[in-house]
């Protein structure tokens, strides 16, 4: 049984027993979510990232997932991308059509990837260009807010640095306000060369989710979560903590290994 708690700042945090329950509560969740979406506006504009996120979500494919959710209606986008081949073992888009989209019947055209034979920077201008063509034609709905974007969900998941999406640690991604999609050439990860969303897309979002599973993660999940005053000089520089959706949701999914270091799940124990 997942510990669910709601932070004042920091939106819902879910500690679930195990991957195994972490990974029918997320499918849950998305199901729920494209439902919704759906039911709203005729459409469910999701966003994934890279890593086991893609594995946590293999549910999608199984019974009863996959006769229940209208997968016409999916429009499937990418946080980030490695600026590779479509075809190569570090692509998210390989990842994500190996694993998930070649399973389900989500129309090609409504998988809107990048264009493997460009400069990170003209595949950035290129992918924000589709994005505002989207937006023009009401597909994607817009916020309320600003002019970004408003997708249905962003599916993160956080890297043991705190990164999300290929947003780094006092990285000059992080400044970035003006642009939807930014590029990076110098990535602390390999490979260096990417496109990412920036803050603002994402804290444009109806709702956000960040995964975060595995021992490794504690340190960056407090940091990212708790209000501690010794660590703020740490904590505000750090990518996960700033994911912050300006009226939408935000909701953690974690394991206990990643959960351990949060004062809440400390005192619970």
Request: charged content about 25%; aromatic content about 8%.
């Amino acid at each position: 049984m997942a510990l669910t708690w709601t932070h004042k700042d920091r939106g819902e945090i879910r500690v679930h027993e195990d991957l195994e329950e972490l990974s029918i509560d997320l499918v849950d969740y998305i199901a729920e979510k494209s439902e919704a979406s759906i039911k709203e506006h005729g459409a469910f504009c999701i966003v994934l990232s890279g890593g086991s996120l893609i594995n946590l979500m293999g549910k999608l494919v199984e019974t009863p997932y996959n006769k229940i959710v209208d997968w016409a209606k999916w429009y499937v986008f990418w946080a980030d991308e490695r600026v590779v081949g479509k075809n190569h073992d570090d692509s998210n888009y390989k990842l994500a059509k190996d694993n998930l989209l070649s399973k389900v019947n989500v129309f090609p055209r409504h998988i809107c990837s990048i264009n493997d034979t460009v400069s990170a920077e003209e595949a950035a201008t290129e992918y924000e260009f589709a994005i505002r063509q989207m937006v023009r034609t009401r597909t994607v709905t817009v916020s309320e807010n600003s002019d970004c974007p408003k997708f249905d969900l962003i599916l993160l998941e956080m890297g043991s640095d705190g990164h999300v999406a290929s947003l780094f640690p006092n990285h000059p991604a992080l400044e970035v306000k003006d642009d939807w999609v930014t590029f990076l050439t110098d990535s602390p990860k390999p490979p260096p060369e990417r496109i990412t969303f920036t803050l603002p897309v994402i804290n444009s979002a109806a709702s956000v989710v960040v995964v975060a599973t595995g021992e490794s993660k504690a340190n960056a999940v407090h940091l990212a979560i708790d209000d501690d005053l010794s660590s703020l000089e740490t904590s505000i520089s750090l990518p996960s903590r700033l994911v912050h959706p300006s009226s939408g949701n935000l909701i953690w999914f974690m394991d206990k290994p990643a959960g351990s270091k949060l004062d809440r799940f400390k005192f619970s124990e």
